[in-house]
T-cell receptor, first 109, second 115 residues
């Protein structure tokens, strides 16, 4: 049973525009959330995270928003660049790390 | 630091053969995780170790899968006998294993193809 869900398998965005990737979770006990980025033939790499005591964390072009009441988080990338094209995994930490199925982002030049 | 090191990068084998995947975690990390990436389930946790002890192996698909961590710097994931449905990318990851707000570091993965 998927405790972390990414309902959009893919997303295409024009260069310079905003990319918004969404993630939902089911367990209210999760206390830390992460986004990972994965290029083909490479392992996932850490991108940004947020603690459950916050509702926003920003790092350069990347911002993660957490809505605990809705059990929803999102990753905003502004402005999107072609190099951002990758698969993005949402993860939640409880007693272990739970990952979503990923969203493949394509940024069109 | 070299990061998490996995070998081999690619493995092609025939159904029924034994397959062994290897992982060296980051030095000083106390937790090690084995994941399998599939289209349907994304990154699926198979098993994880803390201080070389298996903590949760509920994700191991069946008895054909086994994992060991004989010391803090080495782990193996074995499939015996292998089946075509085992074809996937297998990732090893490690973490400090001490804090709530910590992150996982992944290896480059092993692409397994069972013919």
């Amino acid at each position: 049973d998927q405790q972390v869900k990414q309902n959009s398998p893919s997303l295409s965005v024009q260069e310079g525009r905003i990319s918004i990737l969404n993630c939902d979770y089911t367990n209210s006990m999760f206390d830390y959330f992460l986004w990972y980025k994965k290029y083909p033939a490479e392992g996932p790499t850490f991108l940004i995270s947020i603690s459950s005591i916050k509702d926003k964390n920003e790092d350069g072009r990347f911002t993660v928003f957490l809505n605990k009441s809705a059990k929803h988080l999102s990753l905003h990338i502004v402005p999107s660049q072609p190099g951002d094209s990758a698969v993005y995994f949402c993860a939640a930490k409880g007693n272990q790390f739970y990952f979503g199925t990923g969203t493949s982002l394509t940024v069109i030049p | 630091d070299a990061g998490v090191i996995q070998s081999p990068r690619h493995e092609v084998t025939e159904m029924g053969q034994e397959v062994t995947l290897r992982c060296k975690p980051i030095s000083g990390h106390n937790s090690l995780f084995w994941y399998r990436q599939t289209m349907m389930r994304g990154l699926e946790l198979l098993i994880y170790f803390n201080n070389n002890v298996p903590i949760d192996d509920s994700g191991m698909p069946e008895d054909r899968f086994s994992a060991k961590m004989p010391n803090a710097s080495f782990s193996t994931l074995k499939i015996q006998p292998s089946e075509p449905r085992d074809s996937a990318v297998y990732f090893c990851a490690s973490s400090l294993g001490r804090a709530t707000n910590e992150k996982l570091f992944f290896g480059s993965g092993t692409q397994l193809s069972v013919l």
